[in-house]
């Protein structure tokens, strides 16, 4: 029996309860990613999904919430400068890549309403990548 990974479906992120209106108003007002609907057996758990790009984001309760300080997800980003004004402008602080440890990547680091970190990237295209 053989078998192959392909890809990731989904990160779940946890926040403490009661955060369904905060998370809806940073992931799904201000990324404007979609809100999905729960499946039946879970709809009555707290907590609320959203669609990113080809993939969801969870975010689930947890009753001993702690955020991810440094743990985190890594999200892709098209318009990368775009999203930090638009968060800058919201009050969201962003911190920028000092290290560049990834080279034609440009990225920045910020917190959603419940301390967690995420990473924005972007691939930088070359001259050769755009000429295509």
């Known amino acids: 029996m053989s078998f192959r990974f392909e890809g990731i479906d989904h990160v779940q992120l946890a926040a403490p309860q009661d955060c369904e209106q905060k998370a809806r108003a940073f992931f ?3 990324l404007g990613w979609t809100e999905l609907e729960k499946p039946a057996a879970l709809k009555d758990r707290c907590g609320v999904w959203f669609r990113c790009g080809m993939h969801e984001v969870h975010i689930g309760v947890q009753s001993s919430f702690i955020p991810a ?3 985190h997800p890594g999200f892709a980003v098209r318009g990368l400068e775009q999203l930090k004004e638009k968060l ?6 962003v911190i920028d890549d000092e290290l560049r440890i990834e080279e034609g990547f440009r990225r920045f680091f ?6 967690n970190r ?3 990237l972007e ?8 000429d295509g």
């Open 88 to 93: 800058t402008a919201n009050g969201i602080g």
């Open 123 to 130: 691939r930088i295209e070359t001259e050769e990548e755009g």
């Open 118 to 120: 995420l990473e924005f």
């Open 110 to 115: 910020a917190y959603d309403p419940f301390g």
């Open 69 to 71: 300080l440094k743990a």
């Open 28 to 30: 799904g007002e201000l």
